[in-house]
């Protein structure tokens, strides 16, 4: 059993927000995380899970003030898990950039120094968050999905493809769909993994397509607004990569819609109806 | 024709969320305001129009980010008005506590020295700002509601009861039901008005409804876990003033919620619907 502190538990929408901490081994910190109990699991129910991974220089919080995604969380009676984006602390390296560093985790496990003795936030997400809670909350684990936004979008797509059998239904946000061949992503990859791109390819969405696609949806929201659709995110990429492999995967591009949560916010719905859709919630 | 500047403008629910500034003659200084024009208004549809009033610290943003209001605004067809809580700027009189002068306004006109001087956010409100909207966007003025948390809750319902005709409906999240009976009040009046409690009467829910009690329904959330509901909010108060005025009110205590946003968010829906209700949107 893992322990968790309570930071905070607010009453929302019938079901109870919180915020937890909890000590990572991946990490080797303790880790902050939201965790939004529809009613149903109040009442004794266990319920799936969905995991959504936020975006560059967001902690838990953003999602879980911005998203206005419990009113949908607890209609459908699904648990929503929100992780802080990178390991914290005075003994965490990090680094000016926001792109880089703390709030900038990538969803890697770091193998270069001074990254790699904390930041190892693939492994902390799918095994150390994963199995704090179910410990401690009534979810139904044969059931998860993950989702996420913009570096947060990237995290779930590569969490989900290498393990289908775990996250079976998967969505994003203006993901960083093909970091491999974006700024952003070189420059993370580089300074988390090595110069030596082979050694990413296990962290790029459409390397894992064309390497084994999934059997699930990729379903993806992009603002045709967003300013970094062209030069960042590059969801054209991936939808090549799909096609190619015969990844199921459908790509919406939303006239006149931003990178911002007000874009998350109008479309939250149709991705939590989704994952209930697929998990049977 | 008042002048606005266009700070940002994002696409939110096939509306637009903006945020604006604009000189204030009551005031004194440029004020900002959010302001949500659903889609119905972008499609050349004069809409009738809800302000909403926020809380101490507050300052248009927070509504705007936290209340996951667009969503049912949108839907009913609705414009929504987000003012800052106070004026600001290095010219504006302040103090270092939160519950008075800057962020804390309290929707009246100060008399008393600093704040004589800016610290006119009854007017403000009620003439700058509404005539702002009506000359700068499609604004059905002969239908306007207005609505608030806490301290801006306490703002809606004194402009509702001194302006009936003009706020058609009205609704609050936890207001500061009885100003002149609880230490926020006391202590913001005598800064803003005076020692002489006789001037504070035009600016107490509970004073206004015995001398003038509306034809609409005061509709009213609290959160029965918030923690400054006997200390500062009494609304048991404003419900003996109603009963005993014949004025007629709907006041739900809503178990296990708090005096946040999540309480906000929560209920924001049965709010826009009620105004929605009245204003026949």
């Known amino acids: 059993m893992s322990d968790i502190t309570v930071l905070g538990e607010q009453k929302c929408f019938e079901g109870l927000q919180g915020v937890y901490s909890h000590a990572s081994a991946a990490c080797g910190v303790d880790m902050r995380f939201a965790l939004f109990q529809p009613p149903q699991a109040l009442d004794g129910e266990k319920v799936p899970v969905v995991t959504y991974l936020s975006g560059l220089t967001c902690t838990e919080e953003n999602v879980t003030v911005k998203a206005a995604a419990q009113r949908w969380a607890a209609e459908l009676g699904l648990l929503l898990v929100c992780p802080d984006t990178s390991p914290r602390g005075p003994e965490v390296a990090d680094d ?3 792109d880089v560093g703390t709030g900038a ?8 120094p001074p990254w790699s003795r904390h930041y190892r936030m693939y492994s902390y997400v799918s095994e150390d968050l994963a199995g704090t809670v179910a410990d401690n909350f009534p979810a139904d684990t044969a059931r998860q999905g993950i989702f996420g936004h913009s570096m947060g979008g990237h995290g ?8 289908p059998e775990v996250y079976r239904s998967v969505s994003a946000f203006a993901p960083i769909a093909a970091p491999m061949q974006c700024p952003w992503g070189e420059k993370a990859l580089t300074a988390y993994l090595g110069a030596d791109r082979e050694a990413w390819r ?4 459409c390397e894992l397509v064309r390497r084994r696609p999934s059997q699930a949806k990729l379903f993806i929201d992009q603002g045709a607004a967003d300013d970094f659709l062209e030069t960042q ?24 819609y931003d990178h911002s949560y007000f874009f998350i916010q109008t479309f939250m719905e149709d991705h939590l109806r989704h994952h ?4 049977g919630a």
Chains 1, 2 share one sequence.
Request: charged content about 25%; overall charge negative.
């Open 202 to 205: 296990d962290y790029d969405t």
């Open 96 to 98: 000016e950039a926001y």
């Open 276 to 279: 209930a859709g697929v998990l």
């Open 233 to 256: 995110l590059k969801p054209d990429l991936l939808a090549e990569a799909c096609e190619a492999a015969g990844q199921h995967f459908e790509l919406r591009l939303q006239p006149g």
């Open 105 to 112: 985790g990538f969803s890697v496990d770091a193998t270069e």
């Open 156 to 163: 779930a797509l590569t969490l989900h493809l290498r393990n």
